[in-house]
């Protein structure tokens, strides 16, 4: 049964080119962009990344800039910083340890990467849960339990025994590809196309006609979806490069610059990502953008203003310094290289 999935599966997405050339320092790479980031935006960004890192070696010798800047485009800078402290223990262990408990004590990586190191990276019997994993095993094996932990430890106590048997007759790598695959393109949450699943036959959720109830939904906390999020943002340019700061390890895009931001007004109270402007700014800004992140929708109002008047305005002087403005190298958040690109122009 788990042929005809396996089949589809290397028919369909062989192709992808994290899947042409294998090894664990590949595998590593991948899998890290691949969390939280969709198949088509790692499509663009991993053959240039590996192209310019092309092993453990030349990824260790780097900076945490430069990691970032290479990390462009994908979002979650942390995970770029994890990869890199992986990288960097890995190059001084002298090779990827073949144990589970000593991959995780490998700073950055965690329990699915671990498992996906040792399932996809070296084809050995290992189940690498992820979401659309732990989806699918709670469809095909009608578990109801509340995604997350909970599922993820029934997974792994009570079905283990009979998936570790599938590794006898299926490939490791395989098999989890494959039921990744599934989970994004079949089986996802809240859509199954289970009439051309090649897994239905077998599949109890779907025998029992209600394929969405699996696995159960977290309950409601009843708390609000999205925070409304005013801020100001200020461009300072000098000589061609412009006033910033460096996020922190404790900030979103920590690692990248940004140019001076306070909080004119937060639906969220306790919110501390950006200090508070200290008194009302009176002048008229000279645009506006919108973004988000995470559970905040944004309206950024920046002004243009030269240095006095910003520190006139914000009553800050100390903490930033000039970066050069450069659009493809910089190491700018995007919210910044767009309110950069409508002052400086294209
Ligand atoms: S039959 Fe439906 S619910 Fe079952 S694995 Fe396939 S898509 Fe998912």
Redesign the pocket.
């Known amino acids: 049964m788990y042929s005809k999935l396996i089949n589809w599966s290397l028919n369909e997405f062989s192709s992808l080119p994290w899947r042409k050339k294998r090894n664990l320092y590949t595998t590593l790479v991948s899998e890290i962009m691949l969390q939280q980031t969709t198949v088509s935006t790692v499509l663009n960004h991993y053959p240039v990344f590996i192209k310019k890192y092309p092993n453990i070696k030349s990824l260790s010798k780097i900076s945490e800039e430069e990691i970032c800047i290479a990390w462009k485009g994908l979002g979650y800078y942390r995970r770029a910083r994890n990869l890199l402290k992986a990288a960097k223990t890995i190059d001084e262990l002298g090779s990827f340890p073949k144990e589970k408990s000593e991959l995780i004590k490998i700073p950055g990586i965690g329990e699915y990467t671990a498992s996906a190191l040792i399932s996809i990276g070296d084809d050995r019997p290992e189940l690498a849960i992820d979401a659309n994993i732990e ?2 095993v709670s ?2 094996y009608g578990v109801k339990e509340q995604k997350g932990l909970k599922l993820q430890k029934k997974i792994r106590t009570e079905l283990y025994p009979k998936i570790e048997k599938l590794f006898k007759t299926y490939s490791s790598r395989e098999l989890n590809e494959a039921l990744m695959d ?2 994004r393109v ?2 996802q949450a809240r859509k ?3 009439s051309i ?4 036959s077998r ?4 025998k029992k006609g209600k ?1 969405l109830d ?1 696995p159960e939904k977290p309950k409601e906390k009843g708390s609000k979806k999205y925070y409304d999020l005013k801020l100001a943002r200020f461009v300072v340019l000098h000589q061609g490069k412009v006033l910033g700061y460096v996020k922190n390890e404790q900030s979103w895009l920590s690692g990248q610059v940004e140019i001076p931001t306070f909080i004119i007004k937060s639906e969220d109270s306790s919110l501390v990502q950006y200090p508070k402007v200290r008194k009302v700014i009176k002048e008229k800004a000279n645009g506006k953008i919108k973004s988000s992140i995470t559970k905040y929708r944004i309206e950024n109002h920046y002004w243009v203003v030269s240095k006095a008047d910003f520190e006139r305005i914000s009553g800050i002087s100390k903490g930033y310094k000039y970066f050069k403005f450069d659009r493809q190298m910089g190491n700018f958040s995007t919210t910044t290289l767009k309110i950069l690109n409508k002052v400086i122009g294209d």
């Open positions: 989806r699918v469809r095909l599934l989970g079949y089986c199954a196309d289970c699943c090649p897994m239905k599949c109890i959720a779907f394929p699996f």
